[in-house]
């Protein structure tokens, strides 16, 4: 079956604006994540969805971040007056329930410039 | 605190030999563990999981982990490696009941020589 998707692949901005990037979990998988890849502080949670609720944001790094998830599925995240710092690959991922495997996308890689 | 420790940054074999990536955890619970692979531009591949019972798993690709208690430990092994297993290695351990996290190690890049 189809994995999960995201979108952009590839997303080049200037400083100071915002981005919205797109997950599509894998069909039927209630839990959904999000973490970001960066060279300095490798794989870090960002925040975990449970069917259209976040219990855990504890990772998000500033005010200028937030997610939503709505049908259970497709999920945003969005990123406000972005900046250098924010230059990262953020990944998706998501599992059949909260303790179960996580299955990850592609990443969308953003380039803020 | 919850971590996980990947003492190898780099590791350079030659196609053919066995490879061990080495992974050492901290986890208050019982943890689940997970080796991931990611190649490069790509996203995370699940190699295995171990959540509970047999102490020796198999994954992927001909890939195997076990997991020692005694030495909180949860090294990956491939008895003969190929050129296309050159990529980054990630364990993981998590996610508890009440939040979805995982907990990533810093990575291994393994070199594969011809």
């Known amino acids: 079956g189809a994995g999960v998707s995201q979108s952009p692949s590839n997303k080049v901005t200037e400083k100071g604006k915002d981005v919205e990037l797109r997950c599509d979990p894998i069909?039927?998988?209630?839990?959904l994540y999000w973490y970001r890849q960066s060279l300095g502080q490798g794989l870090e949670f960002l925040i975990y969805?449970?069917?259209?609720?976040?219990?855990?944001k504890s990772g998000l790094p500033s005010d200028r971040f937030s997610a939503e998830r709505t049908g259970g599925s497709v999920s945003t995240l969005t990123i406000q007056r972005t900046q250098q710092e924010d230059s990262a690959v953020y990944l998706c991922?998501?599992?059949?329930?909260?303790?179960?495997?996580?299955?990850f996308g592609p990443g969308t890689r953003l380039t803020v410039t | 605190a919850q971590s996980v420790t990947q003492p190898d940054i780099h590791i350079t074999v030659s196609e053919g030999a066995s490879l061990e990536l080495r992974c050492n955890y901290s986890?208050?619970?019982?943890?689940?563990l997970f080796w991931y692979v990611q190649s490069p531009g790509q996203g995370l591949q699940l190699l295995l999981k171990y959540f509970s019972g047999d102490t020796l798993v198999q994954g992927i690709k001909g890939f195997e982990a076990e997991f020692k208690r005694s030495q909180s430990s949860f090294n990956l092994r491939k008895p003969s490696v190929h050129w296309s297993d050159a990529a980054e290695y990630f364990c993981?351990?998590?996610?508890?009941?009440?939040?979805?996290?995982?907990?990533f190690g810093q990575g291994t890049t393994l070199q594969v020589k011809p």
């Open positions: 991922a998501s599992s059949l329930k909260s303790t179960y495997e996580q299955y």
């Open positions: 969805f449970q069917g259209n609720s976040a219990p855990d």
């Open positions: 993981a351990v998590g996610p508890s009941s009440n939040t979805g996290k995982l907990i």
């Open positions: 069909s039927g998988h209630t839990a």
């Open positions: 986890y208050g619970a019982t943890p689940y």
